[in-house]
């Protein structure tokens, strides 16, 4: 749309009625008219803006800034979803692995259970050991009932994270099976800050915000200044003609064309732009606030 504004834009108009007239003069009946055509007219108008002071640039500049702000705002989106994903995966994968744990607990428990009651039933143990080892189970059995119920609960907020029916997603890859080599950092600290500064996709799209707002304080500011258009017409119809009042009306065509340079100078607006530019200013201010703000 900005771009459009660099173009020229030609209209063409074509109109066509039916044209019935009658007067009736009192008492001169000669002068009295009567007639009825069908009345066609075309015309064709070019408005080429040649100079503004800046305007279309600035306008240009202010929607390319709006467009990178977008993008980088995706771009943060898609990386934030990302880590998301990532980390409820990761978290998936431990909590399946805290369910192995447990199951196999539990069945250690259950066998310690048994082998203790089997002591006490031939009496060379006391049946406080049958006891203690039944509690162990038991704890077990509840430790194992806790971590299924984490499993199938770190399952669904994936399932959800990915776009999915929570039911969709039934299991994950177990950590063994997924494990890869950490990744060794040689840069210095301050140096990934100061990358993280400049290439992060939300400073990114800060930046562009306020480049988006001082481009529209500069269009702001051109809109007010004298503009130089190109401006073309042709035009031509068949509107019948007549000599004079109560003489006949004969067929007939015109055309009328020009070309011409036209300059348009705003004089007063009432402070109305005066206005505009204080606001955009401000905004210029707050987007710059905002970048800072998001850099540290």
């Known amino acids: 749309v900005a771009r459009a504004a660099y173009l020229p834009t030609l209209t063409v108009n074509w109109q066509g009625v039916r044209d019935s007239s009658v007067t009736d003069i009192t008492d001169h009946p000669a002068l009295s008219s009567n007639y009825s055509a069908t009345v066609r007219s075309e015309g064709v108008s070019l408005n080429w803006l040649l100079y503004d002071f800046g305007g279309r640039e600035a306008a240009l500049k202010n929607a390319s800034s709006l467009l990178e702000a977008a993008q980088a705002t995706q771009n943060a989106t898609l990386q934030s979803t990302f880590a998301t994903v990532a980390k409820d995966y990761y978290a998936a994968q431990a909590a399946h692995a805290a ?18 009651q089997a002591k006490v039933d031939k ?15 038991e704890q077990a059995l509840l430790n ?4 299924r119920s984490d499993a199938q609960s770190t399952i669904g907020a994936l399932a959800v994270d990915m776009g999915y029916d929570p039911s969709a997603v039934t299991d994950v ?26 290439t992060h996709p939300s400073v ?23 503009s130089l258009n190109l401006v073309g017409k042709y035009n031509r119809d068949n509107q019948p003609q007549s000599l004079g009042l109560g003489l006949p009306t004969y067929p007939s065509t015109g055309h009328d064309a020009y070309i011409g340079i036209q300059v348009t100078i705003p004089i007063f607006e009432g402070f109305g732009r005066n206005y505009q530019i204080d606001q955009a200013r401000a905004e210029a201010e707050r987007q710059q606030d905002a970048l800072e703000e998001t850099r540290n």
Do not use: C, N
Not at 99 to 116: K, N, Y
Not at 144 to 147: F, G, H, M, V, Y
Not at 189 to 198: M, S, T
């Open 99 to 116: 369910l192995d744990t447990a199951r196999e607990i539990e069945v250690m428990t259950r066998q310690s259970a048994a082998v203790a």
């Open 144 to 147: 194992l009932a806790k971590a």
């Open 173 to 198: 890859p177990a950590v063994t099976d997924t494990a890869i080599p950490g990744k060794t950092f040689t840069e210095t600290l301050a140096r990934l800050i100061a990358e993280v500064k400049r």
């Open 204 to 226: 990114v799209a800060a930046q562009a915000q306020y480049d988006a707002a001082m481009a529209k304080i500069v269009q702001t500011r051109a809109q007010g200044l004298p």
């Open 123 to 137: 009496g060379v143990a006391p049946i406080t050991d049958a006891l203690q080892a039944q509690s162990q189970h």
